[in-house]
């Protein structure tokens, strides 16, 4: 028998729904201010200012967030480095890559204090401490390039921020396509999203 | 004396600045070059002379680069692609200096090296100098009659076969001529563009243009200035009927072209240039006082410094600048990163959106057409642009990299205009057209290039050699007016940005050669110069070669590329593993099985 059992709160999910609709925001935009050429949906002009709106709000929910989980403790399930970690992410990789099509049980299982994979640790701190870091300062610095030409020239001008703007969004891009799959491959298809819908994830241990 | 010629002066001042009817010049003798009057001596008048008595003529000529047109430093950096009037200082080709003014002496004030004649003052100060008539002594070589023939249509002087005749009747007892027949006065717009480009101040005349060396500026840069509205214009300009709006905004708010081009020491105008001007002064008090400054104006006028304009680069850069009247930040407040725009782009790069006039692209000296005269290609014109009925369509200035005086590189609107020209290959002389015209005219003229060639050697040009040139042309005239301006992000965000269209400079390359971008007046080629499929010559503009990189504009970005590839990478590898999980699940042999055990089952046996 299965047991429903309290994974997300309410401010976990509102904070993932959040991230989640203004990182599409911001990418979408982002391309059509990256290539007004080629996308047409809101217009340059309007396509800036909405950019700027929504990473202001993107900034203020990742400040937001952090707080949560530090003061919740929940920032304790983004850091790896328990005993044997790098076995348990090998197996890991092991079951994507076999055991999900012979209908192996997940190796890791995730229960509310425990909740990530040893990849998925790996990847959201390197999302969090690596490609998120670098998207806001390089944005804060191309949108402050008016306002702050020195020190904007001092770290290589538009010419280098730029670019490397670009690249971490098609990293973000190619992160939320693996995400959402991945999501995907929970008990159900849909018991991932289920779960960060409701905040409740069913769950055999706690069945038993 | 002194106190009179400044109240004279002060209300002379007043009404050339408001541009309002001209008061009256003091009757002043005319006299010749030796200061008899030339109503008893018949002489030609000499202003060296005859303006002499109340103003500094020495000062004045020694203190315009008008003047020194022609001298070694002038010609060293001369290059007049209209007139092929190239740089090579003291030595004038065929002929020397009196061929040099026969040819190009119209666009000489006079004084300087144009010996035997003197600057001619009355060219710029009267209301309407008969241009005809000077022109035609100056090609006589009858320099010392070029002031008195520009006399010509003020009453004071006459025609006759055996020259030029004083009517005595406009003068007075003492010499002097009817002052309301000289009409002497500060310098209109009229008088700059008889040298220098179109310009037609009545609003309402139906302006047209016939573009060529005469109107040099006009036909390399666009540069009409006149109140008119384009809708009005004679000529057959592309969607005239929406274009409400003035030629040049300036010339409609009426300004002059001495409003920004003025003499430096004018003490109600003063402007220091900010290359003398010592760091920590805002502005000069001191001045001269209306008389000293009337008896001394100093001709060095302010100017820009623009590739086109070699002369008086002592002063280039000295003029009012738009941020002189104009605080861009009281009125761009709709611009995002306006103060990043301003220091990327000059006023005009949006100000001016485009040039509804004929354009040149190329100039091709390397054959002559029947009159002697190189063949002329316009941008925005497919026939003769002197046809009224010649379709003239709109054309969108290049922006290119310029450094102003400052060190700030900003985009300005350019014209590039290919030239292709003969040079002697032993001295590296250009081949003067007075030649050219003597080899390449005719019935039995030469057709091909190397018959050109072997015609130039027997001439006497050694090693004939085709080079070829891409001069770029600053275009700071033909203003609109604000609401005309350039306001739509995608002109330079987007990869529609006026950046990614190729840039036509020549249809053909004479003789095959590739010309260089001859680099002049702070403007830099970002960019390369490339021949399209057609064998046309083009340039591809890059504004990241010169460290711009607008929003949005980046055709070629590696970036892209390799976050295109990591996405179609990830949603392959994501679209294989989901593809093979739902192939597994609903093949045949899971049918009926729970999802997981199916797979599992499945999986089992395809692996196994």
């Known amino acids: 028998m299965k047991k429903e059992v309290k994974f997300y709160s309410l401010h976990e999910r509102i904070w993932h729904w959040i991230q989640a609709l203004t990182i599409l925001v911001l990418i979408v935009t982002g391309f059509e201010v990256h290539a007004p050429g080629r996308i047409h949906l809101l217009g340059f002009e309007l396509a800036v200012v909405t950019h700027t709106v929504f990473a202001v709000v993107l900034l203020a929910n990742a400040a937001m967030g952090l707080f949560y989980f530090l003061t919740s403790g929940a920032i304790r399930q983004y850091v790896p480095g328990e005993s044997g970690f790098f076995v348990k992410a090998l197996r890991q990789a092991q079951y994507y890559l076999g055991g999900i099509f012979r209908g192996e049980p997940h190796p890791f299982e995730a229960t509310p204090g425990n909740r990530l994979n040893p990849l998925q640790k790996v990847t959201y701190l390197m999302i969090l401490n690596v490609l998120l870091p670098v998207q806001v300062v390089t944005g804060v610095l191309i949108w402050g390039a008016e306002r702050w030409p020195d020190l904007v020239a001092t770290v290589g001008g538009l010419a280098l921020l730029v670019p490397i703007h670009a690249l971490a969004s098609w990293l973000f891009l190619s992160f939320i396509v693996m995400h959402i799959y991945l999501t995907t491959t929970g008990e159900t298809p849909t018991a991932n999203l289920k779960a960060m819908l409701t905040g409740f994830h069913e769950s055999e241990e706690e069945a038993k | ?608």
């Open chain 2, 1 to 608: 004396m002194r106190g009179l010629l400044a109240t004279i002066c002060f209300l002379g001042l007043l009404s050339g600045r408001a541009g309002a009817q001209r008061l009256e010049h003091p009757a002043v003798p005319f006299l010749d070059g030796d200061g008899a009057r030339v109503v008893d001596t018949g002489a030609p008048v000499s202003t060296m002379k005859t303006c002499g008595a109340c103003h500094d003529t020495e000062y004045i000529a020694t203190h315009s680069y008008h003047v020194s047109l022609g001298s070694a430093a002038e010609r060293a950096a001369r290059f007049d692609a209209l007139t092929l009037d190239a740089g090579d200082p003291g030595a004038f080709p065929d002929g020397g200096i009196e061929a040099w003014i026969r040819t190009f002496g119209r666009r000489h004030v006079g004084g300087g090296v144009a010996q035997g004649t003197e600057m001619n003052c009355f060219l710029c100060h009267l209301p309407a100098p008969a241009t005809a008539e000077r022109e035609s002594e100056i090609a006589r070589g009858s320099l010392d009659a070029v002031p008195t023939a520009t006399l010509a249509g003020t009453g004071l002087v006459s025609k006759s076969e055996s020259g030029w005749t004083w009517n005595k009747e406009a003068f007075d007892d003492a010499g002097a001529p009817d002052p309301t027949l000289l009409a002497l006065g500060p310098p209109s717009s009229t008088n700059c563009g008889v040298c220098h480009g179109a310009v037609e101040m009545d609003p309402d005349a139906a302006l047209f243009l016939t573009p060529g060396p005469r109107t040099p500026e006009t036909a390399t840069t666009g540069a009409v200035f006149s109140p008119g509205r384009i809708r009005r214009s004679g000529m057959n300009v592309e969607g005239k009927e929406e274009l409400s709006r003035p030629w040049d905004v300036h010339a409609a708010r009426l300004l002059e072209c001495s409003s920004c081009h003025g003499a430096p020491n004018d003490p109600a105008d003063y402007i220091e240039s900010p290359t003398t001007r010592p760091g920590h002064m805002k502005a000069e008090a001191r001045g001269l006082d209306l008389a000293e400054f009337l008896r001394t104006p100093n001709h060095d006028f302010r100017k820009g410094r623009v590739s086109q304009a070699q002369a008086g680069q002592e002063v280039a850069g000295s003029m009012r600048r738009c941020e002189d009247c104009h605080d861009a930040s009281a009125s761009h407040g709709f611009l995002p990163y306006a103060e990043r725009h301003f220091e990327r782009l000059q006023c005009e790069a949006c100000h001016i959106p485009a040039i509804h006039a004929p354009l040149l692209e190329s100039i091709d000296w390397t054959v002559l057409d029947e009159e002697g005269e190189p063949r002329l290609t316009y941008r925005g014109v497919e026939g003769d642009p002197s046809d009224p009925r010649t379709l003239v369509a709109a054309t969108v200035p290049t922006l290119l990299p310029r450094t102003d005086e400052d060190g700030t590189t900003r985009l300005s609107p350019q014209n590039l205009v290919s030239v292709f020209y003969w040079v002697d290959g032993q001295s590296g002389t250009v081949v003067p057209p007075t030649t050219l015209r003597e080899v390449l005219r005719g019935d039995a003229a030469p057709q091909t290039t190397e018959e050109v060639r072997r015609a130039l050697l027997e001439a006497g040009v050694g090693d004939p050699k085709i080079r070829g040139a891409v001069r770029s042309y600053g275009i700071h005239h033909g203003v609109a007016p604000a609401s005309w301006a350039v306001r739509d992000c995608s002109a330079c965000h987007g990869a529609t940005a006026r950046f990614s269209e190729p840039v036509a400079l020549a249809d053909t390359l004479p003789g095959g050669v590739m010309p260089e971008f001859a680099a002049s007046g702070g403007v830099a080629l970002a960019g390369s110069l490339e021949r399209n499929q057609a064998g046309a010559l083009e340039l591809r503009v890059d504004p990241r070669a010169a460290g711009l990189s607008p929003l949005g504009y980046e055709p070629d970005r590696w970036v892209d590329r390799i976050g295109l590839w990591l996405f179609v990478l990830t949603l392959c590898g994501v679209l294989i593993h989901g593809g093979t999980r739902v192939f597994l699940h609903f093949h045949p042999k899971s049918k009926g099985r729970p999802s997981t055990d199916g797979v599992a089952a499945v999986a089992g046996e395809v692996l196994r």
